[in-house]
């Protein structure tokens, strides 16, 4: 497995083979990956940036943004250089090459889902948006469809262990609606509680995460959708931690709805993605209203586009759609069971490091089955702000503190933060040992 490409280490930061073990560790096997780490690594610009002090950059925070290849910069810097027009609306040369390449881009999204139809991807600005689509059509008087009637005594089941972009909205929804909020526990293990009683004939929409930003953590979407299916609900994932990791098949998975970004699969920000049944999407009405949305318009009432521009109402982000073309064009390239094989012996690899680092206590799944390359974690009495501070200061290892816009979960487990190391195909376990020396270097510190 290849290391970091910088050059002007400090001596603190491990970087060949003999150094990467800690005086008196025992050595960790490492599990063979199907991806070249150091030919991808070339492709991100970013990884072989020096900091100041002459440290290597260690990117370990690709749960929250991941970095972006030359593929993916140079394919929207061309489109902006050359080819940018409006979409839909101009009859010139750019205009159509806009829309040529703006559309192509949802044929390519379509495919890497394995959606039914390109017509069911619609294109939001991320994937908080995406959820927030939905949310807006249940209760809404404008949606006919018996499915989207919401009120008194309807219920919404969600989870403890919910990204805010997936408990806000319908907190809100129930606000609105005076419907009732119910959710999935989380077992100490860090699994979905899969209560009896949580469903019932109530049940109208369950939402729930694909894969847990915090504990890493793949839930078992097949015997969710089993229990929304016999009280009649629809089912609505947040995948913006599976897709840019595991190969997804929307066909397969069974849910009504799936949501993710751009930003965490070597795409651009300013882009995201609502995958949605054909015939749910016709019976929703409109989120937004304005240009290109719209079949006519009348001063007293309008009709709507059909799917999907029915939702991508004004000017869409044109280039960032282009820009996750091209980060599907990537991944493809790469290979997403690559993917996912490099992160799962990744994964196998940091869970048996980080405990070489005494009081480090793991939130979340301590096996590599059943959880993805998201490793969340806490040191006993050093606040996880302080954590974060000292890698980066002192070693450019940049992880992630907070409670990762997942608050419930962290008051479920009795802490207020922690620090989240996520990993993805450019990582390597050059950069876990580099974390792992780094973490006994805070506890020197605090010690």
């Not at 900091?51 to 929250?64: A, E």
């Not at 989380?186 to 019932?200: K, M, P, Q, Y």
């Not at 993917?339 to 196998?348: D, K, S």
């Not at 990762?404 to 876990?432: D, K, M, Q, V, W």
Request: net charge negative; charged share 20%.
């Amino acid at each position: 497995m290849a290391g970091l490409r910088s050059e002007g280490a400090r001596d603190e930061l491990p970087r060949d083979e003999g150094s990467r073990r800690l005086a008196g560790a025992p050595s960790r096997a490492r599990g063979a990956s199907p991806i070249d780490t150091e030919k991808v690594r070339e492709d991100f610009p970013v990884l072989s940036r020096e900091l100041p002090g002459g440290r290597p950059l260690v990117y370990l925070d690709s749960g929250n943004s991941s970095q972006k290849p030359f593929q993916v910069i140079d394919t929207m810097r061309e489109h902006l250089a050359r080819h940018y027009g409006n979409v839909g609306r101009a009859m010139h040369v750019l205009g159509s090459e806009s829309t040529e390449a703006y559309e192509a881009a949802r044929d390519k999204v379509a495919a890497f889902i394995g959606a039914p139809s390109r017509d069911e991807v619609i294109f939001t600005k991320n994937a908080s948006e995406a959820l927030n689509l939905v949310a807006y059509s249940f209760g809404n008087p404008a949606a006919d469809d018996p499915r989207f009637r919401l009120g008194p005594g309807d219920e919404i089941v969600i989870s403890e262990m919910e990204h805010h972009s997936n408990i806000v909205p319908w907190q809100m929804l129930v606000q609105r609606t005076g419907a009732t909020l119910k959710w999935f526990g989380v077992t100490d293990e860090g699994r979905l509680d899969l209560a009896d009683g949580v469903i019932t004939e109530r049940t109208k929409i369950v939402s729930i995460a694909h894969q847990s930003n915090v504990l890493g953590t793949v839930n078992p979407v097949a015997e969710v959708v089993a229990l929304a299916r016999r009280a009649g609900a629809l089912v609505m994932l947040d995948a913006s931690q599976s897709v840019p990791h595991h190969p997804v098949n929307v066909a397969e998975l069974g849910a009504d709805f799936i949501a993710f970004t751009g930003h965490k699969m070597v795409g651009p920000s300013g882009i995201g993605v609502l995958w949605g049944r054909r015939e749910l999407l016709e019976a929703m009405p409109p989120f937004l209203g304005g240009g290109e949305m719209i079949e006519a318009v009348w001063m007293d009432h309008s009709t709507y586009a059909p799917v999907p521009h029915k939702f991508e109402a004004g000017t869409p982000p044109i280039v960032e759609a282009i820009g996750l073309g091209a980060a599907v064009d990537y991944l493809n390239g790469v290979g997403m069971e690559a993917v996912e094989a490099h992160e799962r012996a990744l994964t196998a690899y940091a869970l048996e490091a980080l405990k070489e680092v005494p009081s480090l206590r793991i939130i979340g799944p301590q096996s590599p089955e059943g959880r993805g390359a998201t490793l969340s974690f806490t040191l006993e009495g050093i606040h996880p702000h302080d954590v974060g501070q000292i890698l980066d200061d002192r070693f450019g290892i940049a992880v992630r503190v907070g409670h990762h816009c997942a608050r419930p979960l962290h008051l479920r487990f009795g802490i207020p933060a922690t620090t989240r190391a996520s990993l993805y195909l450019y990582n390597t376990t050059g950069e876990i040992d580099a974390l792992v020396r780094g973490l006994h270097h805070v506890q020197k510190v605090f010690a």
